[in-house]
Every structure is written in structure tokens, then in C-alpha cells.
């Protein structure tokens, strides 16, 4: 109804990416006035209308980091509410999994600075704290993002 009132919040879809080297991960701690502020996440973003889940990933590593990804596969999905945070939202979130596209030596830059601290790389049996709640679940429940070995 268009009555000048805000209009009722809804779900939207976030895509977060695990950028592997090796054993390692892509961390940034979060600067947001939003879900998550000063924890560390994965890059990621809003699907944007009309965009697989694959190009959404590759759009967003490259804007906030400008390393270019490959081989990017889905991984999994959860349903985030985010009902303490100071703007509440709730995300359905799709875990993408992707490697660096070419030279693996690249550096990621911190191409969004007013919202993330910085990126680096993460051993995954030794994350940094503290992590982005929806990360942090699924670390508790045993998620693992590495390829099994085959
Ligand atoms: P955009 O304007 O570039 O599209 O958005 P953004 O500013 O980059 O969005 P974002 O907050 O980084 O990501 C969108 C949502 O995805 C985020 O608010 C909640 C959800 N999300 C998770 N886990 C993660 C994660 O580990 N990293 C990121 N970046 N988003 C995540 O549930
Ligand atoms: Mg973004
Ligand atoms: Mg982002």
C-alpha cells in the first residue's frame, strides 16, 4: 500500500564466497552499520536481479578485492535473521566456493574501505575471531570448505 509508510521488510539474497589458496581463506573484518560490524566475513554481496550465483560471486570478490576468481561452485545455503543488529535484516545466504584465477601470488586490495578493515588469508584450522555470525555457525556445526581429497 502506498501510504508513505516504509515499506514492510523482506528476505533478500546475499552471496558469500570462500576464495581458497591452499588451506587457506579470504577474511576481512566488516565495517557496517548493519549485520556483522568489526567481525571477520567473506567476501560477498547482494544478488543483483537477472545474475547467476556465479557471476554475483566473481562482481563481488572483484569490487571489494579485485582479484579475479575461478572454478567458483556452489557450496551451500542458510537463512539468516539478523534481529539484534541495529538494522535488522534477514539474509538467505548462498556459500559459493571459488580459487584465484590465475597468479596465486596476487594480493587482494581493500578496494571498499568503509566496509572492510582489510583483506587476508586464513588457515582454516585457525580462523580469526570474532567471525561473522552465519560463518561462525558453520563452523560449529563442522562445515568444512576445503575440497575433500579424491
Ligand atoms: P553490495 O552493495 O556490494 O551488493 O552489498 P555488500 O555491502 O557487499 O553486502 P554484504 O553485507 O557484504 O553481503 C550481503 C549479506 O550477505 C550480508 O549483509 C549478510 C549475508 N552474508 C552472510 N554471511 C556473509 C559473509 O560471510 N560475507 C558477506 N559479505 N556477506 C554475508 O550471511
Ligand atoms: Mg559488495
Ligand atoms: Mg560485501
Known sequence: MENGSAAAPVPRV?????????KSVLL??????????S?????G?????????????AREVEEETGLEV???????VTNNVFKEEPMPSHYVTIFMRAILADDDERVPQN???????????YNWDNLPTPLFWPLEKMVISGFNPLPSLS
Not at 28 to 37: D, F, K, L, W, Y
Open 14 to 22: 546475499g552471496v558469500a564466497v570462500f576464495l581458497l589458496k591452499g
Open 111 to 121: 578496494l571498499e574501505p568503509n566496509k572492510c578493515d582489510g583483506w587476508d588469508w
Open 70 to 76: 575461478d572454478r567458483t561452485e556452489f557450496l551451500t
Open 28 to 37: 576481512g573484518r566488516r565495517r557496517s552499520p548493519g549485520a556483522g560490524n
Open 39 to 43: 567481525t571477520f566475513a567473506l567476501p
Open 45 to 57: 554481496g547482494h544478488l543483483e536481479f537477472g545474475e547467476s550465483f556465479e557471476e554475483c560471486a
